[in-house]
């Protein structure tokens, strides 16, 4: 009889679910798990971030060079008149100090590869630097001959981790012309710190980037 009571007993508490101390251990330990974690997982992510703007950096880097080494032309040299820079898509970052391209009229990016003034992927992705629409016009790349565009070089140019442009200064990249050029974001500030011509990345900045030259 004792035992059955006590049975009894047991089955009242379980169903009755969690008492109040107990639910507030359980949100206490909870609280301190995430605390604990948070910043663990925010670094990871913003190390991921960077990792991948690092990467694609790299690629864009040794892409230019391989459409520079088929062509045997610069970037610079091809670029319709007063524009200077070439952006990939996304939203145009702050320049602190900086000359690079802070608006849409020196570098503006659009949905459509053809219809992007300054479109970085008219030159690897498509051979349209003229902008016109199509490849064999002229101030296109050559497509026949030694010398000739052998694209695409990338399937797509993507926006950094943050939703910039990566940005190229290729008014430095023209033949004789020995001033460092860039691939750079502005990296997780959305601020460039580092000029257009500098040979180092600014000390000191989260500015990501690689010299083409």
Same mark, same amino acid.
């Given at each position: ?82 524009? $200077? ?10 320049? %602190? @100090?900086?000359?690079? +391209?802070?608006? #849409? &009229? ?54 950094d981790p943050w939703g910039n442009a990566y940005e190229i200064n290729v008014s430095t990249l023209v033949s004789g012309? $020995? ?10 500030? %959305? @601020?460039?710190?580092? +000029?257009?011509? #500098? &040979? ?14």
């Amino acid at each position: 009889m004792r035992s059955e009571e006590l049975t009894k007993g047991t089955a009242r508490r379980a169903s009755g679910g969690f008492t109040l101390i107990e639910i507030i251990v359980i949100l206490a330990v909870i609280s301190i798990l995430v605390a604990f974690l948070t910043p663990s997982v925010l670094k990871y992510v913003a190390d991921a971030q960077t990792a991948r703007a690092q990467a694609d950096i790299n690629t864009l880097q040794a892409v230019v060079n391989d459409l520079i080494r088929d062509t045997g032309k610069y970037p610079g040299s091809m670029m319709p008149a007063g524009k $200077t820079f070439l952006c990939g898509p996304g939203n145009i970052a702050a320049v %602190g @100090t900086t000359s690079w +391209a802070a608006s #849409a &009229t020196p570098c503006t990016t659009g949905t459509g590869v053809f219809a992007s003034p300054n479109s970085l992927a008219n030159h690897l992705v498509a051979n349209d630097p003229n902008e016109a629409g199509g490849a064999g016009a002229a101030g296109d790349y050559a497509t026949t001959g030694n010398f000739r565009w052998k694209g695409p070089y990338a399937q797509s140019v993507n926006t950094d981790p943050w939703g910039n442009a990566y940005e190229i200064n290729v008014s430095t990249l023209v033949s004789g012309d $020995t001033t460092p050029t860039w691939v750079i974001s502005a990296g997780p500030d %959305g @601020t460039f710190q580092t +000029a257009t011509n #500098a &040979t180092t990345l600014a000390a000191g900045s989260d500015d990501i980037g690689v010299r083409i030259k």
